[in-house]
């Protein structure tokens, strides 16, 4: 009987705080929770942002004027950075993680679209916790994703998925804006559902992460629509992936 798999999306307003500093305690809660599926006999790809914020925090205020090459020097120094997290945190329990930098031509059909899979499926096969993010120091215009909840969705379907699990820093899509106290959490939704009418978008800076609320609604749509159960959750919140995998009612299902 073969592993049952899931992809979680981890965004960089998961992970930091108001300052956009790194949160290390959320990214053990978020290990310590794929660690405890791997016990349940389910292994995690984890497609995590960070390595952006990341490298500002080294880096400080840059003096690259042009967007992409700022981004691009930001995330160098950065994606190496969040790879040590990782790898330390996995390490204490007991595990072993692996990164994996994809552009959007992985994912065409042909060559590399087969290296990617037998890359992936090696890793499963030996227990590593892939953790993919998109290679921003090498894609440009034409070969970025438009974010890694596209990344995340392509993954999960690439590889087949039991479920997508993206996760936010509020508890999923709702009727208006998340704070208004008229607003309620949509719990359930189609791939057809046209919600635009609830969603709007937030401009955030560069380094903040580029997918809003509505990239992510679009992205679980197109992975629920291959039958892969779409989540969209808190991340911030104590055991969110658990509480999924047992069923309870959490955050935004996007299903068939």
């Known amino acids: ?3 049952q798999r899931i992809v979680i999306k981890v965004g960089t307003n998961v992970m930091t705080n108001k300052d956009n500093r790194i949160v290390r305690p ?13 016990e349940r ?8 942002s ?3 914020i990341a490298g500002k925090e080294v880096l400080g205020k840059s003096k690259i004027k042009d967007r992409t090459q700022r981004r691009q020097v930001y995330s160098a120094i950065g994606q190496p950075r969040m790879m040590r997290l990782y790898y330390n945190i996995f390490h204490d329990y007991g595990m072993k993680c692996a990164q994996v930098l994809p552009t959007k031509r992985d994912f065409s059909p042909g060559l590399h679209r087969q290296n990617m899979i037998n890359c992936c499926e090696g890793l499963l096969s030996e227990g590593v916790i892939p953790i993919a993010n998109e290679d921003d120091a090498v894609s440009v215009t034409m070969s ?3 974010d890694n909840d596209e990344l995340a969705s392509l993954i999960a379907q690439l ?16 009727t208006g804006h998340p704070e208004d106290a008229g607003s309620n959490l949509i719990k359930n939704v189609s791939p057809g559902d046209d919600l635009d009418k609830f969603i709007k978008d937030n401009n955030k800076a560069e380094e903040e992460g580029r997918g809003g609320m509505g990239s992510k609604l679009d992205y679980a749509q197109q992975a629920a629509a291959q039958n892969i159960p779409t989540f969209i959750a808190n991340g911030k919140k104590d055991n969110t992936i658990i509480d999924i995998i047992d069923g309870k009612a959490t955050g935004t299902k996007v299903s068939l």
Do not use: C, W
């Not at 959320?26 to 791997?38: G, N, S, T």
């Not at 006999?41 to 995590?48: A, F, G, K, P, R």
């Not at 590889?159 to 709702?174: F, M, P, Q, S």
């Open 1 to 3: 009987m073969s592993k």
């Open 26 to 38: 959320v990214l053990r809660r978020l290990v310590k929770q794929i660690a405890e599926l791997y």
């Open 41 to 48: 006999d389910i292994i995690t790809i984890l497609v995590s």
């Open 50 to 52: 960070g390595s952006v």
């Open 144 to 146: 970025m994703f438009s």
């Open 159 to 174: 590889l087949d998925a039991d479920k997508l699990i993206i996760l936010t820093d509020i508890d999923g899509v709702y």
